[in-house]
């Protein structure tokens, strides 16, 4: 027989020691589970007399009762507990700095560039694309650059092998569309050259805008039209602009354009050195010697060409005085365009 209030003692002091829900489960099991306290005393309930019986059973299920109801009030006192200390364990400090995601920007390069293209798309250019590892006959052969030609040297060429290079400028893409397409053509052609020098103005790689324009009546007036329209637009409608004669051994004639020195307006400083002019781009008449490469008839066909680095003239629009600034993408620095 079982002793109740000893029993209940016992299952109380457990209870009121008990100090976590989980520890409460285990005093569940051992009282109430299968093998549990209360559970193995029915095993003896066949072996007693039928009214004996009755009222063991009764205690049993009275005891289970108990232990039943004991639990459930603990559990609401604990299960509060645990939460204030979950509350407590877990809580967030609002006052501690946040995680910092830093935002880039628009590279100015890209920006210029997205606006030299803006403007000659709106006077009708295409865009066309050519590669960036070059053959040499389209870099300086059919550009009427013969082997040996002293005009080369100016181009500090990095060599893949004897015949194929990274392009020093975007005029090959000249060469690769006439090849295509027959005239009229009107286009100008973005990318990355590749020269191998490096200085304040100077890094290996670089950007450049070719432009292009065939027809059968091309005059070298629809190129200084072209070109002063796009330099008040990249600039300002004020911008003097000067053409000067120049050599390129795809053009003839030939000319360098610049722009009045926008820091000193013209009246002579250390970037212009003193000169009031500042170079932005060479240009010209498309040499009839390219046309026959390409087998154009240069009796019937007339051209201009010019080309223009993207850096030069973002570091001329922005006062920028180290070309090696846009390449260390300092987020300070990016953020100022
Ligand atoms: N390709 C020349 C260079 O990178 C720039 C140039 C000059 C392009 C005159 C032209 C041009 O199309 O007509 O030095």
């Known amino acids: 027989m079982i002793d ?10 457990e209870l009121n ?15 109430l ?3 549990g306290l209360l559970t193995l005393q029915l095993k003896d ?50 006052t501690l700095p946040g995680k910092y995601t830093p935002v880039g920007r628009e590279h100015p390069i890209n920006k210029v560039l997205r606006e030299i293209t803006d403007i000659f798309v709106r006077m009708g250019f295409s865009i066309e694309e050519g590669p960036e590892v070059e053959l040499d006959y389209y870099n300086f052969e059919a550009l009427n650059f013969p082997r040996e030609h002293p005009a080369r040297d100016m181009q500090d060429t990095f060599f893949v092998t004897e015949d194929v ?10 060469i690769r569309v006439m090849e295509k397409i027959k005239p009229p053509l ?29 027809d059968t009546d091309i005059s070298f007036s629809d190129l200084k039209g072209v070109l002063e329209t796009f330099i008040h637009r990249i600039f300002s409608p004020e911008t003097p602009v000067r053409f000067r004669p120049s050599f390129f051994p795809f053009t003839e004639p030939s000319a360098e354009v610049d722009i009045g020195c926008i820091f000193c307006k ?14 932005i781009l060479g240009a010209g008449m498309v040499n009839p010697h390219v046309f026959e490469m390409v087998g154009y008839d240069p009796e019937t066909y007339t051209g201009f060409a010019f080309g223009m680095g993207v850096e030069r003239i973002t570091m001329l629009k922005y006062s920028i005085d180290d070309i090696r600034l846009f390449f260390e993408n300092d987020i300070r620095f990016l953020r100022q365009f």
């Open 4 to 13: 109740s209030d000893s029993f209940k003692k016992t299952f109380l002091s």
């Open 17 to 31: 020691s008990a100090s976590s829900v989980s520890e409460l489960q285990q005093i569940r099991v051992k009282y």
């Open 33 to 35: 589970g299968k093998k």
């Open 45 to 94: 309930l066949p072996t007693l007399a039928a009214e004996e019986r009755r009222s063991f059973g009764k205690s049993i299920n009275e005891l289970k009762e108990y232990v039943e109801a004991g639990i459930t009030s603990r559990e609401s006192v604990l299960s509060k507990a645990d939460l204030r200390k979950r509350l407590v364990s877990e809580s967030i400090d609002v």
């Open 165 to 174: 290079i990274l392009r020093t400028h975007t005029s090959p893409v000249q």
């Open 186 to 214: 009107r286009f100008i052609a973005p990318g990355k050259v590749y020269r191998c020098d490096a200085d304040v103005s100077h890094t290996p790689m670089f950007h450049q805008v070719e432009g292009f324009m065939v």
């Open 266 to 279: 013209g009246k002579g400083c250390q970037v212009c050195k003193g000169t009031g002019w500042l170079e």
